[in-house]
C-alpha cells in the first residue's frame, strides 16, 4: 500500500509538471532512439555483408597454386601454374566429406555479339559451380556434364552480359565470340548484384571448364579449385585433407598450393561491420548518459524547489525512505517512459533511413531491451543523489526553507 | 486525567555553531488529556525549540520525555515519524499545504504514511469527515490558492486530525492570519477541544492565548509562569461582537 502510495505520488508530481517531465524525458527519448536507430542500421549493414558472403556459397574451400620463383623474383599467390585437373578430380574421390567439386579457369576477354562488343570475366567451370555458388539458371538451362567432357562450346551468361549484348534480343540459341571462338548461348543466370566487395556478380560469361582450358587459354593448368564441404564443422578438416593430399601427390615438394576457407574472408568482412555497429552504438550511448545526466539535473532542481513538501511529509509521518522512493521512482518513471517512446522513435528512424537510403535495417530486440534496460539503469543511477538527498532532509530545517 | 505529555528535567543544545547554544534549560512539564495549553514567550525564548521536541520534530539532549506513555527520547528517526504519524498532529504558521494539490489530498496525506493500509475509498472518506469537522466538505476539491488564508488553515486542522492524534500541536497557528480569521481559527479549536482533543499551540498574542484553559510562559529556555487562565474568551461570543461591529460601521458609513 505504501508503496503504492509512493507510485501515485510521484506520477501525480509528475503530471503536475508535464511540461518539464517531457523536457526531461527527451534526453532520454532522443538517446535511446540513437542507440536503436544506430544498432538497427548498423545490424543491417553487417546482415548485408553476410547476405553478400552466403550468396559466395556455403561451405566453400578455395584451392590456390602457390608462387613461381623465377630467378629470384616470388611471384605472388596463384603466380605458379601447377594445380591439375587431376588435383580437383583427386580431391572430389578422396577427400570425405567433400560435397562438389569445380576444376575454375579465370580470365578477362573482350566478347563479340550481335554486333556489339563487350569486356567481361570468362569462367571456365564444371556443371557443379552453380551449386557450389546457390546460383540459378533464369532463361534455358546450363551447359550439361556432356558439355564438359567433350569440351563444348557452350555458354551460360549473367545479366548485365545479356544486357549488353543482346539489349533487344533472346539470347538463347545465339552466339556469342569470345578470342573469335563462336559459343553457343544456352542458359542465363538468375540476377546476382554486387558481392561485398562491390564486383558486379552478373558480369560474366561461363563455360565448361574443359572448353577454357582447351580453346581459351590453351595450357593443362587450372586457375584454382573451387571445394564444396558438407558441413561448416568439417571445414578445418577438409582443408586439412586436402592440404595432405595435394602434398602427397607433389611427393616431398616444395607445396605449391594454399587452401583457403570462406570462413576466414566472411569473418574478416563481418569483423568490419561489426566494429561500426559497435562504434555507431557507443556514440548513440553517449547522448544517453547525457540524457541521464539532465535527469539527475532536473531531480535536484526538484528537490531544492520542494524542500518544503518534503518537510511536510516528513513532519506527518514519511519515512526517510519513503522520500526517497518517490524521487527515485520519479527518476525511473521519467527514464523509463523516455525509453519507451525513444524504442517508437528509433524505430521510426530506422524505418525513415531505410526509406530515404535503400539501407537495410534490422531492428533487433536485443537492442530495444538493452536500450529499456539501461535507461532504467540510468533512472536509478542518476536518481538515487537527489533522492537521497531528499530523504536525508532535516524535517525542521525543511519545514522552515523559504 | 491520564498524562498525555510528560517532560521531566528537558534540555536542548544545539552545538552546530560556534558557541553551543542552550536553548531549553530544564522544563518539566505534564499535560494532561483534554487540556488546552498555550506556550508563550518572546522569540529566542525557547518555545518554538520546546514544540518540536513535543512534535518529535526533534530530541532532547538530556532529560526524559513520555509520549502517552512512551518513551521518546530511545527512538531513532523512523520510530519517531512513525510516532507523529500516528499521535500527533501538526498545524503550522504558514499553513504547509501542498501547492497544486486539492484539500482532500492534502488531508489525506498523513494516512499515506499510516502503519495500516487502507483503501483508496476508506481514505477518501476519512478526508472527507475530517474536513467537515473543520466546515470544509463542499471546498475538499479546491486548490490551496484558490482558498482563503482561514480556509488553508483550516485544510491544515483537518489534515491534523485525519490521524485522530493523541494531541494537536499548533505552532503559531494564527500568525499569519487577521484578527477575525485568527477568531474564527480558535473557535475550531475550542471546538475540537471540546471533544476532548487535547491541543498545545504556541502564540505571543496574548489575546489568542486567552481562548486556551492553561497559559505557560518561557523565557532563556525556562518555564517561569504556568497558570490556568482566568475569564477564558469565548471565540463564538468574540465572533458575534466582531460581526457587531462590522454592521455597526456599515450602518454608521
Redesign the interface.
Given at each position: 500500500?505504501?508503496f503504492v502510495?509512493?507510485i501515485k505520488?510521484a506520477l501525480?508530481a509528475l503530471r503536475?509538471s508535464a511540461m518539464r517531465s517531457i523536457l526531461t524525458a527527451l534526453g532520454i527519448i532522443i538517446g535511446v532512439a540513437a542507440v536503436i536507430a544506430m544498432v538497427s542500421i548498423g545490424n543491417g549493414a553487417k546482415s548485408q555483408v553476410e547476405a553478400s558472403i552466403a550468396s559466395l556459397g556455403q561451405n566453400i574451400l578455395l584451392v590456390f597454386p602457390g608462387t613461381a620463383n623465377t630467378g629470384g623474383m616470388r611471384g605472388g599467390w596463384g603466380s605458379a601454374s601447377t594445380l591439375t585437373v587431376e588435383d580437383a578430380l583427386a580431391i572430389q574421390h578422396e577427400v570425405a566429406g567433400v560435397v562438389n567439386v569445380s576444376p575454375e579457369m579465370r580470365d578477362r576477354s573482350q566478347v563479340l555479339a550481335n554486333g556489339l562488343n563487350w569486356n567481361t570475366q570468362v569462367l571456365g567451370e564444371d556443371v557443379s559451380y552453380l551449386d557450389i555458388r546457390i546460383w540459378s539458371i533464369s532463361d534455358g538451362e546450363m551447359f550439361s556434364e556432356a558439355d564438359v567432357r567433350s569440351a563444348a562450346k557452350a555458354c551460360v551468361i549473367g545479366r548485365t552480359v545479356v544486357n549488353q549484348l543482346f539489349p533487344d534480343s533472346d539470347p538463347i540459341g545465339q552466339t556469342l565470340r569470345i578470342r573469335n571462338i563462336p559459343f553457343k548461348v544456352v542458359g542465363v543466370l538468375a540476377p546476382k548484384g554486387f558481392n561485398f566487395r562491390g564486383d558486379d556478380q552478373d558480369d560474366v560469361v561461363i563455360i565448361p571448364y574443359t572448353s577454357h582450358l582447351k580453346r581459351l587459354a590453351r595450357r593443362p593448368n587450372l586457375n584454382s579449385i573451387l571445394v564444396q564441404a558438407t558441413s561448416p564443422d568439417d571445414m578445418p578438416r577438409v582443408q586439412q585433407d586436402i592440404t595432405d593430399l595435394l602434398q602427397q601427390r607433389r611427393s616431398g615438394r616444395e607445396p605449391d598450393f594454399t587452401v583457403r576457407s570462406q570462413l576466414e574472408i566472411a569473418e574478416a568482412a563481418t569483423a568490419t561491420s561489426k566494429t561500426m555497429t559497435v562504434l555507431l552504438a557507443a556514440i548513440a550511448g553517449v547522448s544517453l548518459i547525457v540524457g541521464g545526466i539532465g535527469i539527475m539535473n532536473i531531480m535536484l532542481v526538484s528537490v531544492t524547489e520542494r524542500t518544503?513538501?518534503i518537510?511536510?511529509?516528513?513532519?506527518?509521518?514519511?519515512?526517510?525512505?519513503?522520500v526517497l522512493l518517490q524521487f527515485l521512482v520519479e527518476a525511473i518513471i521519467l527514464s523509463v517512459m523516455g525509453g519507451a517512446l525513444g524504442i517508437l522513435l528509433g524505430i521510426g528512424a530506422s524505418q525513415l533511413v531505410s526509406k530515404l537510403n535503400n539501407w537495410p535495417v534490422l531492428v533487433s530486440t536485443s537492442a530495444i531491451v538493452g536500450a529499456v534496460a539501461f535507461s532504467a539503469v540510468i533512472g536509478i543511477f542518476f536518481g538515487f543523489y537527489p533522492a537521497r538527498k531528499a530523504a536525508r532532509l532535516d524535517?525542521?530545517e525543511a519545514?522552515r526553507y523559504e | 486525567m491520564a498524562a498525555v505529555v510528560q517532560l521531566d528535567e528537558i534540555h536542548k543544545i544545539y552545538d552546530s555553531g560556534e558557541v553551543p547554544v542552550h536553548a531549553v534549560r530544564g522544563v518539566t512539564l505534564t499535560i494532561a488529556a483534554g487540556e488546552f495549553v498555550a506556550i508563550m514567550g518572546a522569540s529566542g525564548s525557547g518555545k518554538s525549540t520546546l514544540m518540536n521536541l513535543l512534535g518529535c520534530l526533534d530530541r532532547p539532549s538530556r532529560g526524559r520525555y513520555l509520549l502517552d506513555g512512551t518513551d521518546v527520547s530511545a527512538l531513532d528517526r523512523n520510530q519517531l515519524a512513525d510516532l507523529r504519524n500516528q499521535k500527533l498532529g501538526f498545524v503550522f504558521q504558514g499553513f504547509n499545504l501542498l501547492s497544486r494539490t486539492t484539500a482532500r489530498e492534502n488531508v489525506e496525506l498523513p494516512m499515506l504514511y499510516g502503519r495500516r493500509a487502507f483503501t483508496s475509498r476508506e481514505v477518501r472518506e476519512r478526508a472527507l469527515r475530517s474536513l467537515d469537522i473543520v466546515g470544509l466538505s463542499q471546498r475538499a476539491d479546491h486548490f490551496p490558492s484558490q482558498l482563503s488564508g482561514g480556509q488553508q488553515q483550516r485544510v491544515a486542522i483537518a489534515r491534523a486530525l485525519i490521524n485522530e492524534p493523541q494531541i494537536l500541536l499548533a505552532d503559531e497557528p494564527t500568525g499569519n492570519l487577521d484578527s477575525k480569521t485568527s477568531v474564527e481559527i480558535m473557535g475550531v479549536f475550542q471546538k475540537l477541544n471540546e471533544q476532548g482533543i487535547t491541543i498545545v499551540m504556541v502564540t505571543h498574542e496574548l489575546d489568542i492565548a486567552h481562548y486556551c484553559k492553561r497559559n505557560l510562559i518561557m523565557r532563556d529556555g525556562r518555564l517561569v509562569s504556568d497558570v490556568a487562565v482566568e475569564q477564558r474568551l469565548s471565540a463564538a461570543a468574540e465572533m458575534q461582537k466582531i460581526l457587531a461591529a462590522e454592521s455597526a460601521a456599515k450602518l454608521t458609513a
Open positions: 500500500m505504501r502510495n509512493t505520488v501525480r503536475r518544503r513538501e518537510g511536510i511529509r516528513l513532519a506527518v509521518g514519511a519515512h526517510g525512505r519513503d524535517p525542521i519545514l | -
